[in-house]
């Protein structure tokens, strides 16, 4: 069971093919609709810095960024960073992208509550990312104390697991704030919106993607635990 063959890897299989089958999916429609003009003409910036001066947001700075879709609000400093094809780009996909992380923005406005919570647990996730795994592989190794090891391991992990887990309603919600922030708006028109949402969906593919595999993988620690103190 520890020093050979794992059987308890074919639980994460699953949920790593469907990691990569999201991986592929949200490159190619975002890559497909980034060549896909939006009628009206409006860039990415245009639209973010239009939704956040009417939300009363206009203390937010808005910033180009490197890297494909390395998009992201920053709630510590106030600023929006939008990948360059995002940022200057007046296609589909650079509005929607735009669009949902002026979402993120304005649930930190508004103070909404799974926003807050995810950002309160940042610092045990990121304890638990970094420290679960390799104490529970000392639980493991080790005889004596073993299964106290295992068992931190395993609760350090799940804090992950919930940061990952509380993401999903905060992802989908940005997501319906842009959609609806981009038709009301105008920024697209009633044909295009759909389009937007196939972006934005794909995206948000990604994070049940990832909350598929953190949830496997803490299923597999605590049976590898179980099977631990059985023997």
Known sequence: MFYGFDP?????IPAMIFALYAQSKVSGTFQKYLQVRSQRGYTGYEVAKSILDASGAS????????????????????????????????????????????????????????????????????????????????GLLFSSGGTLLMDIGIW???????????TLPVEFNASKRALQMLEAGGYLTTDEVPQA???????????????????????????????????
């Open 59 to 138: 203390n937010i700075s808005l910033e180009p960024v490197e890297g494909m879709l390395s998009d992201h609000f920053d709630p510590r400093n106030n600023k929006l960073g939008l990948s360059r094809e995002v940022y200057s780009g007046n296609s589909v996909a650079s509005l929607a992208v735009a669009a949902h992380e002026t979402g993120h923005a304005l649930q930190h406005k508004d103070g909404y509550s799974p926003l807050a919570f995810r950002n309160a647990i940042i610092p045990v996730a990121q304890v638990g990312s970094f420290l679960a795994i390799p104490l529970f592989i000392l």
């Open 8 to 12: 308890t890897y074919i639980l994460i």
């Open 197 to 231: 949402k196939q972006v934005l969906d794909a995206a948000a593919l990604t994070y049940v993607a990832a909350t598929a595999v953190a949830l496997t993988q803490l299923l597999r620690l605590i049976l590898l635990r179980n099977s631990r103190r059985r023997g």
């Open 156 to 166: 350090l992990f799940a804090g992950s697991v919930a940061f990952t887990v509380i």
